[in-house]
């Protein structure tokens, strides 16, 4: 049994229109009752139309804090960075005057910036919801199945934050473990097009979450969980 709710859509308009609303009405909650709220978003190509719907929304973005599951470790200008994508994509408009949190310090590596960025992440209250993507092997955040690191990111108790070295994907990662990301009042999965729904099957049919790490996701039964999809 878990607490997983699948909704489905026609196309990523209706997704994303229907997504962004939830989103503004658990960051409104939020507001209201605890005077701040605090999402964690996912980069890649899935998020991007979804930040410019957010981004011309009107919310009390000033008491919002926004930060990255997860980025590829790169200066935030860096054409590959997730921080440049969410700058220029949900940190626009209504949304410029949230407050951003960087998972990137300048280091001889990510091993090195750990410490630095994981400074800026303590005390940070639980989330009020988390954006997470899947890749097509079944990675989440930048929790890959390849990489050397995975079983420390996937323990109860990691520390909120770790770089890892994916072997079947470019650059050196910082990401949020499991345990710090499960560290939130709603999960969202966000699925686009036919081969992640594919993917979501597989990772649903089966249980070691080492093959699969969405599956530490889909499979637990603390945090509510929904999956939001469309075929393109
Ligand atoms: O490497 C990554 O990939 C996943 C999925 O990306 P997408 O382009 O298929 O949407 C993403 O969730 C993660 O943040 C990113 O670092």
Redesign the pocket.
Known sequence: MNNMQLQQFANTDALNAAFASQLVTILEQAITERGAAYLVV??????QALFAKLASTPLAWDKVTIL?????YLPPDAEHS?ERLVRSTLMQNYAASARFISLYAPAADAYAAVSEISARLAGLPTFDAVI????EDG????LFPCCAELKAGMADDAPAVLATSPTT?PYQ?ITLSKARLLQSRQLFLHLVGSSKLTVLEQAQGATDEFAMPIRAFLHQTAVPMAVLYSPS
Not at 68 to 72: E, G, M, N, P, S
Not at 132 to 135: K, P
């Open positions: 996912s980069g890649g190509r899935t998020p990255l599951a997860d980025d590829r997730n997470l993507g899947m890749g990675h989440t955040a930048s994907a990662r």
